[in-house]
Nanobody
Framework: QVQLVESGGGLVQAGGSLRLSCDASGRTFSSYLMGWFRQAPGKEREFVASIRWYGGSTYHADSVKGRFTISRDVAKSTVYLQMNSLAPEDTAVYYC????????????WGQGTQVTVSS
């Protein structure tokens, strides 16, 4: 059973930083694409960043490029989202997700962690 557990959310002032973690278990993720998404109140879920477990290639949404960085620690089976220069519009619940090779969409989701940025 795949489990994704996010942590690291919290309240931070604008301009501050947070690092989110996603502990992945229950499977060998070497062929997976791992992603971070977010959903603000009243808005649709939005893609933030993704990383290929094998090789580590990354992709970031334009809205976070240059401020957020996705990475992974293979030994710890953990994916990170380093968030710098946070702004109030980054306030959202952040979700970790996993997509198996050959699948058209993300199959597994974590429970989410709240990030609140005060102005």
């Amino acid at each position: 059973q795949v489990q994704l557990v996010e942590s690291g959310g919290g309240l931070v002032q604008a301009g501050g930083s947070l690092r989110l973690s996603c502990d992945a278990s229950g499977r060998t993720f070497s062929s997976y694409l791992m992603g971070w998404f977010r959903q603000a109140p009243g808005k649709e879920r939005e893609f933030v960043a993704s990383i290929r477990w094998y090789g580590g290639s990354t992709y970031h949404a334009d809205s976070v490029k240059g401020r957020f960085t996705i990475s992974r620690d293979v030994a710890k089976s953990t994916v990170y989202l380093q968030m710098n220069s946070l702004a109030p519009e980054d306030t959202a619940v952040y979700y970790c997700a996993a997509q198996a090779a050959g699948r058209p969409s993300y199959d597994y989701w974590g429970q989410g962690t709240q990030v609140t940025v005060s102005s």
